[in-house]
């Protein structure tokens, strides 16, 4: 059975660093793309990072390309979003989640309903 947890959230000021972690069970990390996403007070939920997982290729969305890196740690089966220089804009419940029908991450991989499996999310405030 799939489970995805999401850790490491909390408040933060602007221009400071957090990391986010999302440990996965019941399946392996180097056969799906996984991918966080967040989702801010009345705004759709949109991708942030993805990293597949036949080659462990990333990519970003534009808005934090630069500031935030994702990576994983096949072996503990964990997937990290390190964010650096964080806006206010920032702000926003985080969600790390699997891909079960691709390997890598597609051109559409900032869609969530590409995305079926997810952890239940974890809040990061951006605010002085």
């Known amino acids: 059975q799939v489970h995805l947890v999401e850790s490491g959230g909390g408040l933060v000021q602007p221009g400071t660093s957090l990391r986010l972690s999302c440990a996965a069970s019941g399946f392996t990390l180097d056969y799906y793309a996984m991918a966080w996403f967040r989702q801010a007070p009345g705004k759709e939920r949109e991708g942030v990072s993805c990293?597949?997982?036949?080659?462990?290729?990333?990519v970003y969305a534009d808005s934090v390309k630069g500031r935030f890196t994702i990576s994983r740690d096949i072996v503990r089966k964990t997937v990290d979003l390190q964010m650096s220089s964080l806006k206010p804009e920032d702000t926003a419940v985080y969600y790390c989640?699997?891909?079960?029908?691709?390997?890598?991450?597609?051109?559409?991989?900032?869609?969530?309903?590409?995305?079926?499996?997810w952890g239940q999310g974890t809040q990061v405030t951006v605010s002085s």
């Open positions: 989640a699997v891909d079960r029908q691709r390997t890598r991450c597609g051109s559409s991989w900032y869609r969530s309903r590409n995305f079926g499996d």
């Open positions: 990293i597949s997982g036949s080659d462990g290729r990333t």
